[in-house]
């Protein structure tokens, strides 16, 4: 079991930015990829971005230009920069880590972190 770890969520003004964080803490296991969803209200799940092991990301045609996602191997962190946020971005941005070696195929996901855009 992984446990995830996100925060960063907030109250922001549209056009401003934030940063959320997502640790995976412990060791005994590989991380394939680390990856970005959200739910809006009353939307479906949308899948926003991805990191994979080896550093190249992915990102929904809806934030392309505008988010950029991280990561510290090092530190089994993601991080999604979020700039030049719109209303629609408001949603719980919630975090998924896929495992790889003998747990391949396991995902896991954080709790969710709250992320509204408001004037």
């Known amino acids: 079991q992984v446990q995830l770890v996100e925060s960063g969520g907030d109250l922001v003004r549209p056009g401003g930015f934030l940063r959320l964080s997502c640790v995976a803490p412990?060791?005994?296991?590989?991380?394939?990829?680390m990856g970005w969803f959200r739910q809006g209200p009353g939307k479906q799940p949308e899948w926003v971005a991805s990191?994979?092991?080896?550093?190249?990301?992915e990102y929904a045609e809806s934030v392309k230009g505008r988010f950029t996602i991280s990561g510290d191997n090092s530190k089994n962190t993601a991080y999604l920069q979020m700039n030049s946020l719109k209303p629609e971005d408001t949603a719980v941005y919630s975090c998924?880590?896929?495992?790889?070696?003998?747990?391949?195929?396991?995902?896991?996901w954080g709790q969710g972190t709250q992320v509204t855009v408001s004037s």
């Open positions: 998924a880590v896929d495992l790889g070696g003998s747990d391949r195929g396991k995902r896991f």
């Open positions: 990191i994979m092991n080896d550093g190249s990301t």
């Open positions: 412990g060791s005994g296991f590989s991380i394939n990829a």
